[in-house]
């Protein structure tokens, strides 16, 4: 599968202050990059998907001016928390879908490695 | 509003038994996916099912899917312990994927 880094891979901060977490997609062009978000012991919840030079959908619940995304590149998207808080602790992961720099069919979403944030 | 619906949730199972794992869903689609995750680690990429009748496998794992009936099944053939972790099926539904609540495999000697 493509390759999809996220950095950093964990972080722990303190609340009322900003997170940045990025994802990279290393051989492969993200023309739609999605953010998600785990609960312990929970399934994904998608956050919102964003096409490249686009502004991002958001799911219904989910506070766009606390999640903004940014979708800059078909190789780069960001996910900022802004102004976090201990309820904002979670697993998020990022996935891509696209089309391989080497070519072949697309379609299918490749899931970054993860972020843990903890908000003290 | 597609609901993805996996069963069991957890499922303790002895060595070398054999079991299933359902994934029922509401809405159309004619893609859908198995992931594994393990604790603390992100998703990886199981299966890709993509037409009804659709069967593959890997391992002693197999799934399939039925597009008319809304299911897919991951049969888990003389369990190992290595198989323990958590499994998700997420049907693809346009431009998103909608995940099942997971299922937890416990495998024990």
């Known amino acids: 599968g493509a390759v999809v880094s996220q950095h950093p891979s964990w972080v722990i901060c303190k609340s009322g202050t900003s997170v940045k977490i990025e994802c990279r997609s290393l051989d492969f062009q993200a023309t739609t990059m999605f953010w998600y978000r785990q609960f312990p012991k929970q399934s994904l919840m998608l956050m919102a998907t964003s096409n490249e030079g686009s502004k991002a959908t958001y799911e219904q619940g989910v506070e766009k001016d606390k999640f903004l995304i940014n979708h800059a590149s078909l190789t780069l998207s960001t996910l900022t928390v802004t102004s976090a808080h201990p309820e904002d602790s979670s697993f998020y992961i990022c996935s891509e879908k696209g089309f391989r720099l080497a070519g072949g069919p697309g379609g299918e979403q490749f899931f970054g490695p993860g972020t843990r944030l903890t908000v003290l | 509003e597609l609901k993805v619906e996996q069963n069991p949730l957890f499922l303790s199972m002895q060595e070398g038994k054999n079991y299933t794992i359902y994934c029922n869903y509401s809405t159309t689609s004619d893609r859908l996916y198995w992931y594994r995750q393990d604790p603390g680690k992100s998703l990886e990429s199981l299966f890709v099912?993509?037409?009804?009748?659709a069967v593959k496998q890997e391992g002693r794992l197999m799934a399939s899917l039925d597009t008319k009936a809304r299911l897919s099944t991951l049969h888990i053939t003389a369990a190992v312990h290595d198989l323990s972790a958590t499994y998700f099926c997420a049907v693809d539904l346009t431009n998103k994927l909608v995940f099942g609540a997971g299922t937890i495999l416990r495998v024990k000697s």
């Open positions: 099912l993509l037409s009804n009748g």
